[in-house]
C-alpha cells in the first residue's frame, strides 16, 4: 500500500517536469515559439488548478479510489499522446488534458488516506505519497535527458511515451488493496466550502510555497544572467530541485512531529521567504545555496499544508476542502510568478519578478499565526 501511495505520488510530477528536460527537442521539432515552449511547464501548472474542481466532483459521485484510477488514465492519454502529436495546436491540447489528469489526481490521494490507513497513520501516509511527489520532481528532470531518452534512440516523442504508460500499471494495481477504514461516503458537496475558512488561508500559504518554488525555477536562469553567473545554471537547477527530494526525507522522518502543528508551517513560511531573498542579496555560490535552501525548506512546507486536509475533517469533506485549496495555491502558484514576469519585462530588472513573489508570501504569512487546527467533529456519514 505505501508503494502505490508513492508511486501515485511520482506520477503527480514526472509528467509535468519531463517537458523542460524535452522542450528543446519538441520546439525543434514542432518549431515553437518561445512562448508556447514555455507553456509546455505552464499550462500543465495553470490546469492544476483548475482541474481541482472536477477532481472534487469526481470524489464525490465515483469516490476517491474510482477518481485517482480515472485521473490516472486521463493523465496517461494525455502524457503519451503528447508523443503522438503532428502540430503545435494538439501538443497544446494533450498537454491540458495531462494537467487536467494531475489536477484530478491530487485531492483524490488525501481523500484516499482515511480509507487505506488508520487515523495515526494518516500523516505518514501524507508524507509518503509526497515523497513520491518529490522525488518525480527529480526524477522527470533529472534523469530523462541522460538516461531514459538514449534507451528510445534519443526520440522526445518515444520517451513521453515510455515515462507515460507504466502509469496504468498503477491504476490497476489501486484495486489490490481491500481494506477500508473510513464509513462509506455520501454523495454530497462537493464545491469547495469558502465559509470555512481552511480553504482559503491552505490555498494562500501553498501558493505562498508554490509560487517561489515554481517561480524561481523559472527566472533562475535569467537571475544569475544578470549576477554574471549564467554559467553555473547546470549546477544551479541540479541542486535546486535535489533539495525537494531531501526535502521529502526529512519529512519521512518528521511528519508525526511536525505535520499538524501551527509552529511548523510558521517556521517554515519565515524560512522560506528568507531564502528566497537571500538569492537577491548575497552573491556568488552563496546565493545559490540560499536558492537550494528554500527549495528544500519549501518542499517541507508543501508537505505539511497538504498533509492537514484528512487530519482535519471528516473524510466526505477531505476531497473538497483539499480541491479548494490546491485551487487557490496553484493559481496563485501560476499568476503571481507570471505578474513578476511582467514587471520585471516592465523594469528590465529579473530581481523584480523575484520580489513580487516575496511581497506576495510576506502579505499571506500572517495567515499561518491564525489557523485553526483542531480537527472538525465528523459530521453523519449516512
Same mark, same amino acid.
Given at each position: 500500500?505505501?508503494?502505490?501511495?508513492? *508511486?501515485?505520488?511520482?506520477?503527480?510530477?514526472? !509528467?509535468?517536469?519531463?517537458? /523542460?528536460?524535452?522542450? /528543446?527537442?519538441?520546439? $525543434?521539432?514542432?518549431?515553437?515559439?518561445?512562448?508556447?515552449?514555455?507553456?509546455?511547464?505552464?499550462?500543465?501548472?495553470?490546469?492544476?488548478?483548475?482541474?481541482?474542481?472536477?477532481?472534487?466532483?469526481?470524489?464525490?459521485?465515483?469516490?476517491?479510489?474510482?477518481?485517482?484510477?480515472?485521473?490516472?488514465?486521463?493523465?496517461?492519454?494525455?502524457?503519451?499522446?503528447?508523443?503522438?502529436?503532428?502540430?503545435?495546436?494538439?501538443?497544446?491540447?494533450?498537454?491540458?488534458?495531462?494537467?487536467?489528469?494531475?489536477?484530478?489526481?491530487?485531492?483524490?490521494?488525501?481523500?484516499?488516506?482515511?480509507?487505506?490507513?488508520? !487515523?495515526?497513520?494518516?500523516?505518514?501516509?501524507?508524507?509518503?505519497?509526497?515523497?513520491?511527489?518529490?522525488?518525480? &520532481?527529480?526524477?522527470?528532470?533529472?534523469?530523462?535527458?541522460?538516461?531514459?531518452?538514449?534507451?528510445?534512440?534519443?526520440?522526445?516523442?518515444?520517451?513521453?511515451?515510455?515515462?507515460?504508460?507504466?502509469?496504468?500499471?498503477?491504476? +490497476? +494495481?489501486?484495486?489490490?488493496?481491500?481494506?477500508?477504514?473510513?464509513?462509506?461516503?455520501?454523495?454530497?458537496?462537493?464545491? /469547495?466550502?469558502?465559509?470555512? /475558512?481552511?480553504?482559503?488561508?491552505?490555498?494562500?500559504?501553498?501558493?505562498?510555497?508554490?509560487?517561489?518554488?515554481?517561480? *524561481?525555477?523559472?527566472?533562475?536562469?535569467?537571475?544569475?544572467?544578470?549576477?554574471?553567473?549564467?554559467?553555473?545554471?547546470? &549546477?544551479?537547477?541540479?541542486?535546486?530541485?535535489?533539495?525537494?527530494?531531501? +526535502?521529502?526525507?526529512?519529512?519521512?522522518?518528521? +511528519?508525526?512531529?511536525?505535520?499538524?502543528?501551527?509552529?511548523?508551517?510558521?517556521?517554515?513560511?519565515?524560512?522560506?521567504?528568507?531564502?528566497?531573498?537571500?538569492?537577491?542579496?548575497?552573491?556568488?555560490?552563496?546565493?545559490?545555496?540560499?536558492?537550494?535552501?528554500?527549495?528544500?525548506?519549501?518542499?517541507?512546507?508543501?508537505?505539511?499544508?497538504?498533509?492537514? !486536509? !484528512?487530519?482535519?475533517?471528516?473524510?466526505? $469533506?477531505?476531497?473538497?476542502?483539499?480541491?479548494?485549496?490546491?485551487?487557490?495555491?496553484?493559481?496563485?502558484?501560476?499568476?503571481?510568478?507570471?505578474?513578476?514576469?511582467?514587471?520585471?519585462?516592465?523594469?528590465?530588472?529579473?530581481?523584480?519578478?523575484?520580489?513580487?513573489?516575496?511581497?506576495?508570501?510576506?502579505?499571506?504569512?500572517?495567515?499561518?499565526?491564525?489557523?485553526?487546527? &483542531?480537527?472538525?467533529?465528523?459530521?453523519? $456519514?449516512?
Amino acid at each position: 500500500m505505501a508503494i502505490l501511495l508513492w *508511486l501515485a505520488g511520482v506520477y503527480l510530477r514526472i !509528467p509535468v517536469l519531463v517537458a /523542460p528536460a524535452l522542450a /528543446p527537442f519538441i520546439s $525543434e521539432d514542432l518549431a515553437l515559439s518561445q512562448t508556447l515552449t514555455g507553456a509546455l511547464t505552464t499550462l500543465p501548472i495553470l490546469m492544476l488548478a483548475i482541474g481541482a474542481m472536477p477532481g472534487s466532483l469526481a470524489i464525490s459521485r465515483l469516490g476517491p479510489r474510482n477518481t485517482l484510477a480515472l485521473a490516472m488514465v486521463i493523465m496517461v492519454l494525455g502524457s503519451a499522446g503528447r508523443g503522438l502529436v503532428p502540430d503545435t495546436l494538439t501538443l497544446m491540447i494533450t498537454s491540458a488534458v495531462m494537467g487536467l489528469g494531475v489536477a484530478m489526481m491530487q485531492p483524490a490521494l488525501p481523500a484516499l488516506l482515511p480509507r487505506w490507513l488508520q !487515523p495515526h497513520h494518516i500523516a505518514l501516509g501524507s508524507a509518503i505519497y509526497m515523497n513520491g511527489l518529490l522525488m518525480g &520532481e527529480f526524477i522527470g528532470a533529472g534523469i530523462t535527458l541522460p538516461l531514459v531518452m538514449p534507451l528510445f534512440d534519443h526520440s522526445w516523442r518515444a520517451t513521453l511515451i515510455a515515462w507515460s504508460l507504466p502509469a496504468l500499471l498503477v491504476a +490497476a +494495481a489501486l484495486y489490490l488493496p481491500k481494506r477500508d477504514y473510513a464509513p462509506p461516503a455520501r454523495k454530497g458537496a462537493w464545491l /469547495p466550502d469558502w465559509k470555512n /475558512p481552511l480553504t482559503l488561508r491552505l490555498g494562500l500559504l501553498l501558493g505562498l510555497s508554490g509560487s517561489m518554488f515554481f517561480g *524561481l525555477n523559472a527566472y533562475m536562469g535569467n537571475l544569475l544572467e544578470q549576477q554574471g553567473q549564467f554559467d553555473r545554471l547546470s &549546477e544551479a537547477l541540479f541542486w535546486f530541485n535535489v533539495a525537494q527530494v531531501a +526535502a521529502s526525507l526529512i519529512m519521512l522522518k518528521m +511528519a508525526r512531529v511536525w505535520i499538524g502543528r501551527r509552529s511548523a508551517i510558521v517556521v517554515l513560511a519565515c524560512l522560506s521567504i528568507t531564502g528566497t531573498l537571500g538569492t537577491l542579496i548575497l552573491d556568488g555560490w552563496w546565493s545559490i545555496a540560499s536558492a537550494t535552501f528554500m527549495s528544500c525548506v519549501a518542499g517541507m512546507l508543501l508537505i505539511v499544508l497538504v498533509a492537514l !486536509p !484528512p487530519l482535519l475533517v471528516a473524510p466526505s $469533506e477531505t476531497g473538497r476542502l483539499s480541491a479548494g485549496t490546491f485551487l487557490v495555491g496553484y493559481a496563485m502558484a501560476f499568476s503571481v510568478p507570471m505578474l513578476g514576469g511582467v514587471i520585471s519585462d516592465w523594469t528590465g530588472d529579473t530581481r523584480h519578478a523575484i520580489m513580487t513573489m516575496i511581497a506576495y508570501s510576506l502579505l499571506v504569512l500572517p495567515l499561518a499565526f491564525t489557523l485553526d487546527l &483542531e480537527r472538525k467533529k465528523d459530521q453523519p $456519514e449516512g
